[in-house]
């Protein structure tokens, strides 16, 4: 189970940027991937999810609004669609999952198969 985030960049406030999660060696419909942050000194939080059982979402209240997920079965792959950046958006940008199949979002505590992280950065 390989999952490799990318997408991050430097982007001023008020723009957007478009992260993927890409899944290797799984096939992610069948999982439940969420979308996590960690701002430098802080606490990693959690961003959203996507289920797997009806591709459902779940978003923190913080990013309501200006933040979607979505998946494309046939590229295998998670997005994270982000707009309206703000600069307490700047963190590393992480997508993971529990690894098990047929799951609504789970906490985050059971998250087990992490990705690289790709670096957000919002500033002018």
């Known amino acids: 189970v390989q999952l490799q985030a990318s997408g991050g960049g430097l982007v001023q406030p008020g723009g957007s940027l478009r992260l993927s999660c890409a899944a290797s060696?799984?096939?992610?419909?069948?999982?439940?991937i969420g979308w996590f942050r960690q701002a430098p000194g802080k606490e990693r939080e959690g961003v959203g999810c996507i289920s797997s059982s009806d591709g459902s979402t779940y978003l923190t209240d913080s990013v309501k609004g200006r933040f979607t997920i979505s998946r494309d079965n046939a590229k295998n792959t998670v997005y994270l669609q982000m707009n309206s950046l703000k600069p307490e958006d700047t963190a590393v940008y992480y997508c993971?999952?529990?690894?098990?199949?047929?799951?609504?979002?789970?906490?985050?505590?059971?998250?087990?198969?992490w990705g690289q992280g790709t670096q957000v950065t919002v500033s002018s």
């Open positions: 060696g799984f096939t992610l419909y069948y999982y439940a």
């Open positions: 993971a999952t529990d690894g098990v199949a047929g799951t609504l979002c789970p906490p985050s505590y059971e998250y087990e198969y």
